[in-house]
């Protein structure tokens, strides 16, 4: 890397966790967002992945068996409303 690619970068600062000691340590609105994306993220994937299987079942294109694709749309269903 040049030097002068590692110049341009010098004002980026890397994150730090915060000190575990901290009187009233709460989470940040910024942390409670983040982990609010990624839970409806990972449950929207989950519940996608369900249905692309559900119809691969119904369409007699999966070569999983019915209780196997009941799981996979059910399972993702559940979490997915869980986490609502």
């Given at each position: 890397?040049?030097?002068h690619?590692?110049?341009?970068?010098?004002?980026?600062v890397?994150?730090?966790p915060r000190?575990?000691d901290?009187?009233h340590r709460a989470?940040?609105p910024?942390?409670?967002?983040f982990d609010?994306?990624?839970?409806?993220?990972?449950?929207?994937?989950?519940?996608?992945?369900?249905?692309?299987?559900?119809?691969?079942?119904?369409?007699h294109?999966?070569?999983?068996?019915s209780?196997?694709?009941?799981?996979a749309?059910?399972?993702?269903?559940?979490i997915?409303?869980?986490?609502?």
């Amino acid at each position: 890397m040049s030097k002068h690619a590692v110049r341009s970068r010098s004002w980026i600062v890397p994150m730090r966790p915060r000190s575990r000691d901290e009187v009233h340590r709460a989470a940040t609105p910024f942390e409670l967002f983040f982990d609010l994306v990624f839970v409806v993220a990972v449950a929207q994937a989950a519940v996608g992945v369900g249905l692309a299987v559900a119809v691969d079942q119904a369409t007699h294109h999966a070569e999983i068996g019915s209780s196997e694709a009941g799981a996979a749309v059910t399972i993702p269903v559940a979490i997915y409303l869980i986490c609502l």
